[in-house]
């Protein structure tokens, strides 16, 4: 193994020592400050290594890691994610009376496991990072304990989690049973005609699609984001299922899975339920007052949509499905930034009542313009508005299903994309609204986080009208 090689991996090393000094720093001094500052420079330190080593060519570190083009992509929008987490767990965690050092030892954990995740190559190392990224969770989404759903949220992702866990282990098994190897390259000879490898691939697929929340796996999610913190919620929305659609395309491209599963049932299933999650997500999140749950059952839609890109892996270049997924998870990371920041900074002020709902946002444009612009933009980037990011994102989306000839699923989609402007357009009206309904107090903003919203508003515009940028950073 050469120096090259492992110079490959040092994004992913960097976090991993990051954690180790982290503790260490939490044992010389408890201090919140110290702390969330070492673990922003920590995440840092590691963009910018995964920009150092974007020249360097598809490479394997070991037969369980493999740092291709698409792996640093996704894994920089799981360290930016994870840097906007950091700021927002920040400013959340400075109101409490008690320390909250160990939350960002945690945030540092689940993105080593989303590292893993993105990279592997190998089943052992896929379900190594699923369960760094899941344990991680657990402890992140009840870390407020004092909060009144946050325990009984922690608690259901736990026990699902495991159960997760236990199906994508159990196909791992049936997996190996019937080709001997655990490697994705080498897994994807065997004929798929058998009833147990079929199983196995079935079983492997429940496990992550539990993590993206797809129908019928999804009722976890309104309960969990409702919650836990923003900041953890937000991390839930973009790290987590980021790291999961990466690790179920390694399984299906590297594996020949796709090319396997042509015509068999399974993948007929696969379609059926990214279908089922574009209309049920839709439909469950219409009428919703909560501000969480409405973004839960979004979420699930969203989660739906981009399942697309994989019935089209046989039918269109692998390169432009990666750009496609990768565009469109940029813009669903801004759009989930703008709205969970708004979220934070309304918990913070209004600690009677955590749980912000629609009637929060009634005249937010007039009250607080800053944070009433950014809920706006973002709003129209998930509704995949023109002039957005997301509009640019759903566009792939559309043209990827027109060119794989994907009739049902290009219906679905823009179905639910009707569907969700029943729940999308009352947002973006109580904005607006004003009415003689008594609001919270004057909601207060900060330089930073009027510099961050309009960061957020900036980006989700300049990539909605010139989607070319972002092609031409993956190209050069």
């Known amino acids: 193994m050469d120096v090259t090689a492992w110079l490959a991996f040092t994004p992913q090393l960097i976090v991993a020592t990051g954690i180790i000094f982290g503790m260490l720093t939490i044992a010389w001094r408890r201090s919140h400050r110290l702390i969330g500052y070492f673990s922003l420079a920590v995440i840092t330190l590691a963009i910018l290594a995964t920009l150092y080593i974007f020249p360097i060519p598809s490479i394997e570190l070991t037969q369980l890691v493999k740092v291709d083009l698409f792996a ?29 050092d160990e939350f960002y030892i945690l945030l540092l954990l689940t993105l080593l496991g989303a590292g893993v995740l993105v990279t592997s190559q190998h089943y052992a190392s896929l379900f190594l990072g699923f369960e760094l990224l899941s344990i991680s969770l657990v402890g992140l989404t009840g870390y407020f304990r004092n909060r009144q ?61 539990f993590k993206l929340s797809l129908v019928p796996f999804h009722y976890w999610t ?36 796709i090319n396997l599963l042509a015509g068999e049932k399974i993948l007929l299933a696969m379609m ?36 697309v890109l994989l019935m089209v ?30 979220l934070c900074w309304q918990e913070k002020q209004n600690k009677n009542e955590p749980d912000i709902h629609l009637c929060h946002w009634r005249g937010l444009i007039w009250r607080n313009p800053s944070q009433g612009i950014v809920v706006l933009v973002s709003v129209l980037g998930l509704a995949g508005i023109p002039l ?51 609001q919270p107090s004057t909601l207060v903003t900060s330089a930073g986080q009027r510099i961050f919203s309009m960061f957020i508003v900036v980006t989700t515009l300049v990539f909605g009208l010139y989607p070319d940028v972002f092609a031409n950073f993956l190209a050069n």
């Open 72 to 100: 640093k992509t996704m894994w920089i929008l799981v360290l930016i994610a994870g840097a906007i987490a950091t700021l927002l767990a920040m400013g959340e965690l400075e109101t409490g009376t008690e320390v909250h």
């Open 149 to 209: 759903h946050s325990v009984e949220a922690s608690f259901k992702y736990l026990i699902l989690s495991a159960s997760a866990s236990s199906f994508m282990l159990l196909g791992i098994a049936f997996i190996y049973s019937q080709t001997g190897t655990l490697n994705f390259s080498l897994a994807g000879v065997t004929d798929i005609q058998n009833m147990i490898m079929q199983l196995g691939v079935l079983l492997l697929f429940s496990g992550i699609a």
């Open 222 to 257: 309104p309960d969990v984001y409702q919650g836990a913190s923003s900041a953890v919620t937000f991390i839930l929305a973009s790290v987590s299922k980021t790291a999961m659609f990466v690790a179920l395309y390694k399984c299906l491209v590297d594996s020949n899975l």
């Open 272 to 307: 059926f339920i990214s279908i089922a999650s574009m209309i049920v997500g839709n439909c469950l999140a219409l009428g919703q007052q909560s501000i969480k749950r409405l973004l839960a059952y979004s979420s699930i839609a969203h989660m739906g949509y981009l399942v």
């Open 313 to 342: 892996l046989g039918k269109q270049h692998h390169s432009m499905i990666q750009y496609s997924a990768s565009y469109y998870l940029f813009a669903y990371l801004l759009a989930n930034a703008g709205l969970f920041s708004v």
């Open 388 to 438: 957005t990011a997301g509009f640019i994102g759903k566009f792939y989306l559309i043209i990827s299903a027109s060119h794989g000839q994907l009739w049902w699923m290009l219906s679905a989609l823009i179905v639910g994309s009707g569907i969700a402007l029943g729940y999308y357009m009352p947002l973006i009206f109580a904005l607006f609204k004003d009415d003689e309904v008594q």
